[in-house]
């Protein structure tokens, strides 16, 4: 198990240490239960296509997500101590975009899933990554949840500058993400995330017929760079 990030933060007016360590796959069923409760509701897509209202778009991304899990770069956040067992405070995944990337799809079966297939479609032909920087590959964003009770925390901030220490780890050019919320646009910029490309919240209302909620103007393709500081910080 890799530790990436050691870190403090102040909750409830006690400063707390916190990790961000690789998810252990035995813990693959739990994160992807978490991503059911959890990123279905909040996120702003998957909220407004009411995927929670649909038994078996819940059952398809269940299966997705499982799925995306076991063949990704995964970490999570958690108390820094010595419990074996620490409580997963967030997830975030990655995985290596190539020519197969494809493969990885959100599924098809469900009304749901098709319109949020067709809008990544959407977001590739109006700016794919592998073309524009000329790329064979680079880690992609699957999924960031930060849980409820630890939001505000910075956790999202972190995972990012993660990730782009994982991509000099690992020799990938770049990092990149569509970013569909506030928050998580908040943070990329925080860690000097550049946006490359926008599309307005309202192209996908129109086109899909959909109404959103508490969002951000735009969806967002953000790009980081690999981060090779403080490389001692980072334990097997």
């Not at 899990?69 to 190539?98: E, K, Q, T, W």
Request: glycine fraction near 4%.
């Amino acid at each position: 198990m890799t530790v990436w990030l050691r870190f403090e933060k102040q909750k409830d007016g006690t400063v707390i240490q916190l990790r961000i360590q690789d998810l252990p796959p035995e813990r693959i069923e739990e994160a992807t239960e978490l991503m059911v409760k959890y990123f279905l509701r909040d996120e702003p897509v998957r909220r407004a296509l009411e995927f929670l209202k649909n038994p078996e778009a819940i059952e398809e991304y269940r299966v997705y997500i499982d799925k995306i899990l076991r063949s990704s770069h995964n970490v999570m956040c958690c108390l820094d101590n010595d419990d074996d067992h620490p409580v997963i405070m967030g997830i975030s995944i990655v995985n290596v975009a190539s020519s197969a990337y494809w493969e990885l799809t959100a599924g098809k079966g469900t009304p749901e899933a098709v319109k949020i297939s067709n809008m990544y479609s959407d977001c590739i032909q109006a700016c794919d990554v592998m073309k524009v920087f000329n790329l064979t590959s680079y880690y992609s964003d699957k999924s960031i949840l930060v849980l409820p009770e630890y939001r505000g925390l910075g956790i999202a901030e972190k995972f990012l500058k993660v990730r782009r220490l994982m991509c000099a780890a690992h020799g990938l050019p770049l990092t990149a993400g569509w970013m569909t919320a506030s928050a998580t646009q908040i943070a990329a910029k925080r860690d000097g995330w550049e946006t490359i490309h926008e599309i307005p919240y309202d192209f996908f209302a129109r086109k899909y017929n959909v109404t959103f909620e508490n969002i951000p103007p735009t969806v967002k393709l953000m790009v980081g760079r690999p981060d090779p500081d403080n490389p001692a910080a980072i334990e097997s």
